[in-house]
């Protein structure tokens, strides 16, 4: 997801109004599910045999899931930035929390600036992908079983957020997203959960550093897109993608508060599986 403001963009004369809302559901579901929106958003259209739009496209769908993340969190970042004006310790506390995010949405930023190009250009490969859904899944799964204390958010996911070192660790780790097939959501959360946040708390926390760096790849894309694309199709699968995202990240919630990370990586490997035995066919 990062930032691919250096790759070449691929047509999308041809790509229909129902085509592109599938697309912004796929995008809706899977950026916030720890399952890899960019495997799915190139390996399943080729498999369908669509053309691959471009990351280009992939980034208008992801001012879908911006509106998402804005819809699901905005009475969040509005009690930090009035709390941020205010004197006294609730002021020094959500000026904290925002500079949190800021610091830790940093080594993503630079990543995507100076390497997203070259990751466009040699992993992109559907192998690559796969083996990358089965070892981040596994080590989602792995953190989340390891025994630890409770810490971070309460499981309604409206505690504290982490301190410094946890959200430094966790920002580092999105870095690694910039390879398809690790997951933004779920390598945050797997970083989170290592560091001892319990289930919710990290899905939160991962969600809140989603909008920063979404919104900055979201600027940075946009003199990349195409006007071959009608306004009706761009539409529909923007607002396809923000649906979905918003039923996603409140059902994700839901369901951590009373499961764990399991079933996502069951899925993983599922899919990895499934692109192996298409790479077989092929």
């Not at 691929?10 to 890899?36: C, V």
């Not at 600036?113 to 192998?127: D, V």
């Not at 309460?154 to 920002?171: H, N, Q």
């Not at 997203?177 to 708390?201: I, K």
């Amino acid at each position: 997801m990062i930032v691919a403001a250096l790759a070449p963009v691929a047509g999308t004369a041809d790509l229909s109004p129902w085509q592109a809302a599938l697309l912004g559901a796929l995008q809706g579901i899977t950026e916030f599910l720890p399952i890899s929106s960019s495997a799915h958003l190139y390996v399943l259209p080729e498999m369908l045999g669509w053309r691959y739009q471009g990351l280009a496209f992939d980034v208008a769908l992801h001012w879908g899931t911006l509106l998402a993340l804005v819809a699901a969190f905005w009475r969040d970042w509005l009690a930090l930035g009035r709390g941020s004006l205010r004197r006294g310790t609730e002021g020094a506390s959500a000026r904290g929390t925002l500079a949190r995010l800021v610091v830790a949405s940093v080594p993503a930023a630079a990543a995507g600036l100076l390497l997203e190009g070259a990751a466009e250009r040699h992993l992109r490969a559907p192998a690559l992908q796969a083996a990358m859904l089965v070892l981040f899944g596994l080590l989602l799964w792995l953190a989340d079983r390891a025994p630890r204390g409770r810490a971070g958010a309460a499981p309604e996911g409206r505690g504290r957020l982490p301190g410094w070192g946890t959200s430094l660790f966790v920002g580092v780790a999105q870095a690694l997203a910039l390879v398809p097939g690790v997951s933004r959501s779920g390598v945050t959360m797997t970083a989170g959960r290592a560091a001892g946040l319990d289930r919710v708390a990290a899905a939160r926390f991962s969600f809140l550093l989603a909008t920063p760096i979404t919104f900055g790849a979201g600027l940075l894309q946009l003199r990349h897109l195409s006007g071959e694309l009608p306004p009706a199709t761009l539409l529909a699968g923007v607002a396809s993608a923000a649906v979905v995202g918003l039923l996603a990240i409140r059902g994700l919630l839901r369901w951590l508060a009373r499961a764990g990370f399991g079933a996502f990586f069951a899925y993983r490997v599922a899919l990895a599986a499934l692109i192996v035995a298409w790479l077989a066919l092929h």
